[in-house]
């Protein structure tokens, strides 16, 4: 067999490539194109993401987490633009077509893909230093999506989930910082196992004036709102939610890795005082942790109890 011809049935053999069921999927893998019908009421939301080799992850790692991560990831901008998710495609180069290495890949991808219902129609496959790319889609109604330029002044700034974590745990992943058993475990999955948060994005987005995944640092990202927004932000560091178990390894730097630290996926939001009690009974309702941590004011970027350098992860 042809190795793309190998590549292909592994991805197609897969249950995330299933079209079964799916009404919205009229053509998968397979023949020249996809063929999609978007569901009636519904706007289609896509998103693109690539991710090189020993630049986002670092070399020889578990394709297994490749494969997870990648999904997770890019997922994530589904997740913050309230979208429900629907299907992907997946452009990859690969140096030599290792059946192992891609059959645990592709089971990786499946291991989120499937059960968040998202499924991979088609791709394109070529030689060369690893890099994956991936285009996820998915569906949202056309008047209910949060978009970053809708920030207004006196909305709170909320965060969900904690930060800091997966920022911590980059030297663990990349072999250069021993750790005990324990703290590997714990980091290792913030790194690799992101959660997007899929289920909340779509709650939130009722009442969310704006909304964004955090992938390079809260101080960086929210940037990306005050800009488009043409507003301020006042945050309060003490208010930015850190896990125990970082809490209790770097105490000292907590939560400025909470402040500057990338790769945590989870959601900030803006919204208005008046929903706070909302978005209480939303994430509690989900049993997701989220943190009113600042407020949008009309100009300026201050962090309440932070003196240093105010950046994320800068690419390239
Ligand atoms: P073409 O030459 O028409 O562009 P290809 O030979 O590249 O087609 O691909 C044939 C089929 O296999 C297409 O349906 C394509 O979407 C799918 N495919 C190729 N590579 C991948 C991949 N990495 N993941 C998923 N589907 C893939
Ligand atoms: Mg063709």
Request: hydrophobic share 40%; glycine share 8%.
């Amino acid at each position: 067999m042809h190795e793309f011809e190998l590549i292909r049935s592994i991805f197609q053999s897969s249950m995330m490539a299933n079209t079964q069921g799916r009404n919205d999927i009229l053509l998968g893998i397979g023949d020249d194109c996809a063929q999609v019908k978007v569901p009636d009421g519904q706007t289609l939301v896509f998103s693109m993401d690539t991710m090189v080799e020993g630049r986002h992850f670092p070399f020889d790692a578990d394709p297994l987490d490749i494969g997870y991560r990648a999904v997770a990831t890019c997922v994530s901008d589904l997740a913050a633009m309230g979208a429900k998710p629907a299907f992907f495609t997946l452009a990859l180069t690969m140096p030599d077509s290792d059946p192992q290495w891609l059959a645990a890949f592709a089971e990786g991808m499946a291991e989120l893909a499937e059960p968040i219902g998202l499924l991979l129609v088609g791709g394109d496959t070529t030689k060369g230093p690893l890099t994956i790319t991936l285009q996820v889609h998915g569906y949202v109604e056309q008047d209910h999506t949060p978009r970053r330029s809708q920030a207004q002044v006196g909305d709170d700034i909320y965060v969900t989930g904690t930060l800091g974590d997966a920022a911590a745990a980059v030297p663990i992943v990349t072999g250069e910082l021993q750790v005990s058993a324990e703290r590997f475990d714990y980091f290792y999955d913030r790194f690799w196992r992101p959660s997007p948060r899929l289920i909340a994005g779509m709650a939130l987005k009722r009442v969310a004036h704006s909304m964004l995944d955090i992938s390079d640092g809260l101080a960086q990202d929210l940037q990306h709102i005050t800009k488009a927004s043409n507003v301020g932000a006042t945050l309060q560091l003490s208010a930015l939610p850190v896990s125990e178990e970082l809490l209790s390894w770097k105490p000292d730097c907590a939560q400025t890795l909470a402040l500057t630290g990338g790769d945590d996926y989870e959601l900030c939001f803006t919204a208005p005082k008046s929903a706070r009690e909302e978005i209480q009974l939303i994430t509690q309702t989900l049993h997701l942790a989220c943190a009113r941590v600042g407020e949008i004011t009309a100009s300026g970027f201050d962090v309440e109890g932070y003196q240093g350098e105010l950046s994320g992860w800068q690419h390239f």
